[in-house]
């Protein structure tokens, strides 16, 4: 143990004039990691499934994100589209190679590269794994097909978002992801996203499209079986 | 940085007499309080969630050694660094160490007060590292030499004209002539001139609100988007916090962070709340190659088991500032360190010694709204008086309001002589203040009266009219 951290340690432990922990302490403290209780969630997040989907929709374009309802995830690609040409945006997009799957091919006037984000990239598409519907926020995280950089560095970002990952408190998204996999380790990134990037540092004037994107656009695709 | 904390006087007398300033500071109520207040208002379990979360930094307080232990074991599992600093000279070391260690030229620095507390730009700009600062408040204040004036809004002080003039006295090679009139055209620049330094930075250098002891976490909480791009894009993202900052479980961290943003800025939630576990993974195409945690204590591990640790509960919101009226008054550079408002009051004299900052406690009205908003619960008015007490134990407190408080005690504790004293001066004053009834000026009063005047007490004292009253018939 480094110099440093033995003194840290010993000082708090003098502060709190005691010794390291009886071990009886420690294995209680370790039950309460592991366990990883809830505390208190706000009444808010008490609804159905439905009920989630409407309190996110109206959270999130509370925080200035435009949502859009899609049937199915075979019409993102259209609805990218649409919204590029809406914007006056080029056809041009980087995507989550977790994304490759969805029918690009039908809109050939778009070009699609799967791969992280570059400087010069405008506009991004990427999944994201759970929605909170308690504030609006999106759970987007990061692996080998879900690279964190399309989240922050496009102008534009375009998220896909399947109305079965609505949750509604960021516990139940924390369960999901640590229900995943066998190991139940966390991603590298985990990004809590409420809107486009802002800030008030001039005047305590809010200005939208910070450092991060300047628009963010949900594609929120309805179960249908 | 410097501290000036002891001449708190005489930099809030200037600042009070400052124009600008006091227009900048205008923005306070409607950009803070009245924000905040709407969005606490749509939260009916708001004042429950303040007690769950003050339990949970309680109980950590009182486990500090463990939690940071289980904390550093749970980030070196996962391929992080842990790096254990005693003193702000420690942690500049260790953080030059490792930007020597990959020839680090630049450095992105996301908002973070300890690097603050350390003074990392300037130690690092004599050592030949360039660090550039990327929330825009903090680059503002960079390209100023300034230190922030408040700990979630550094620039809060400064007018857009200000700012203007700061942009073209820096961004030299662009048009002259161009409009900056306008937050718009001055963000739009200051997005433009950093996106570049973000993709060419060598390390990237952010704070922490949080980390978690149950996965070796960092959480950090930004608006801008500037702390991800500075944490995701170098090779090296390093870290850093201060002791207080772990909490047990995500579950606690998600609790406490449903007071942050509310308390801040009055969001329902920040724009980022980020996540971060160890560096990149095997077939991650973007993320550092390194990650390290440098913890730093400070002067931290003696608050611990005082009268202060209640302090250690802080989660650096800035509520009590936006809602404290001498902050308003004086804004941030008055308080002469890092750390300013009602938690700077505090946590001032215990990170620099009561010599240098124990003005600070008595620069307060004790009108209690810094508790009432705090979203930790941290009684910073009685902290401030243990302070006032220290400084007074020490011979630190001015000799004429020694003895006036020495006499005043003595009279207070004989009741019969102190309402003979009262008496004879409410009779003394009464006469003094002639038909005017009141008085230009007072010796020992010259502060008070030099702004209005002071009326003359009139008739009998309390005591006397209570004790007519209670005699009264019919009452």
């Known amino acids: 143990m480094s110099d440093a951290k033995s003194q840290i340690l010993g000082r708090i432990r003098g502060s709190l004039k005691r010794d390291a922990l009886p071990a009886a302490t420690v294995a209680a403290l370790d039950e309460r990691l592991a366990r990883h209780e809830r505390n208190l969630l706000p009444q808010r997040v008490a609804r159905d499934p439905a009920g989630l989907v409407a309190l996110f929709v109206e959270m999130a374009t509370a925080a200035n994100t435009e949502v859009t309802r899609l049937a199915a995830l075979a019409d993102v690609p259209s609805a990218v589209a649409t919204l590029l040409a809406r914007e006056n945006l080029p056809a041009e997009l980087v995507a989550s190679p977790a994304l490759a799957d969805l029918p690009w091919a039908e809109r050939p006037l778009l070009t699609v590269r799967f791969d992280r984000a570059h400087g010069p990239d405008a506009v991004s598409v990427t999944p994201a794994f759970a929605a909170i519907a308690e504030t609006g926020t999106l759970m987007l995280v990061s692996g080998a097909d879900t690279p964190s950089t399309l989240n922050f560095l496009p102008d534009t970002h375009v998220v896909v978002l399947e109305a079965k990952d609505v949750v509604g408190p960021y516990e139940d998204a924390l369960d999901r992801l640590r229900a995943r996999g066998s190991t139940g380790e966390l991603p590298r990134t985990i990004n809590f996203v409420t809107g486009p990037s802002r800030t008030g540092d001039i005047e305590q004037t809010i200005q939208l499209g910070a450092h991060g994107p300047r628009r963010l656009h949900i594609l929120l695709v309805e179960d249908n079986g | ?475």
């Open chain 2, 1 to 475: 940085m410097h501290a000036t904390s002891h001449a708190f006087k005489k930099n809030a007398h200037e600042a009070l007499h400052d124009a600008v300033l006091q227009r900048a500071l205008l923005n306070l109520k409607a950009g803070f309080q009245d924000r905040r207040a709407r969005t606490v208002a749509q939260l009916p379990e708001w004042e429950a969630l303040r007690e769950r979360a003050k339990a949970i930094k309680d109980h950590v307080l009182l486990h500090l050694d463990f939690y940071l232990e289980r904390y550093a074991a749970q980030v070196e599992t996962r391929g992080g660094m842990v790096h254990w600093a005693r003193t702000g000279a420690e942690m500049r070391d260790i953080v030059l160490g490792i930007c020597r260690s990959v020839g680090a030229r630049t450095v992105t620095k996301g908002k973070t007060m300890i690097a603050e507390e350390i003074a990392l730009n300037d130690f690092l700009e004599e050592q030949g590292i360039t660090p550039v600062e990327t929330d825009l408040g903090e680059y503002i204040i960079q390209l100023r030499h300034e230190p922030p004036s408040h700990i979630i809004a550094p620039a809060v002080h400064l007018t857009k004209e200000q700012v203007a003039d700061s942009f073209r006295a820096k961004h030299t090679t662009l048009d002259p002539d161009r409009p900056l009139g306008e937050p718009r055209q001055l963000l739009d620049e200051a997005r433009a001139e950093l996106r570049q330094k973000f993709l060419d930075a060598d390390v990237g250098i952010t704070g922490a609100n949080f980390l978690i002891a149950e996965t070796g976490s960092s959480i950090i909480v930004t608006n801008e988007g500037n702390g991800d791009l500075t944490q995701l894009l170098p090779k090296v993202h390093i870290v850093l916090a201060s002791l207080e900052k772990v909490v047990p479980t995500l579950e606690d961290a998600a609790t406490i962070l449903r007071l942050l943003a509310r308390s801040a800025t009055g969001q329902e939630f920040s724009a980022y709340t980020t996540i971060s576990t160890g560096p990149k993974r095997p077939g991650d195409r973007d993320g550092p190659e390194q990650y390290h945690v440098v913890l730093l204590d400070n002067g931290r591990s003696n608050m611990v088991g005082t009268e202060f640790q209640d302090m250690l509960r802080c989660i650096r919101c800035g509520a009590c500032m936006n809602h404290c009226p001498v902050y308003a008054a004086v804004g941030g550079h008055a308080y002469g360190w890092v750390y300013p408002g009602p938690m700077g009051a505090v946590l001032t004299p215990s990170l620099v010694g009561v010599e240098e900052g124990g003005h600070l406690p008595n620069a307060s009205t004790f009108c209690g709204r810094c508790e009432s908003v705090c979203p930790m619960k941290i009684p910073l008015p009685k902290m401030m008086r243990h302070w006032r007490e220290r400084q007074f134990e020490r011979h630190l407190t001015p000799n004429a309001a020694r003895y006036g408080l020495a006499l005043w005690s003595f009279l207070a504790r004989r009741p019969v002589l102190y309402h003979a004293a009262a008496r004879a001066a409410a009779w003394l004053l009464g006469r003094l203040g002639g038909a005017r009834g009141r008085f230009r000026s007072l010796p020992l009063a010259g502060a008070w009266t030099a702004t209005r005047d002071m009326p003359a007490p009139q008739g009998p004292t309390f005591h006397a009219l209570w004790a007519a009253r209670r005699r009264a018939p019919g009452r």
